[in-house]
């Protein structure tokens, strides 16, 4: 199932999981900041929460505040 289509249905996403289309499905995340969530979570391992986003160039409060619902957070 396409990530447009679960946000569509309210289904959040998975850091941990999603491709580079999928999170840029998600309002306000474009192709370069899709790239520094991916080099982030490459980084880490794998596993992802919204609060790490805070290490992601790109990324502020305000932002983190707007996208958490995305992820189910």
Known sequence: MSAFY???????LSLSEESREGLMAVPGIG????????EERNRRGGLMTVKDLEHVKGVGPNFLRDIRPYFGE
Do not use: F, M
């Open 31 to 38: 192709p370069r900041l899709a790239d520094n969530i991916i």
């Open 6 to 12: 679960r946000i569509s249905l309210g289904i959040p």
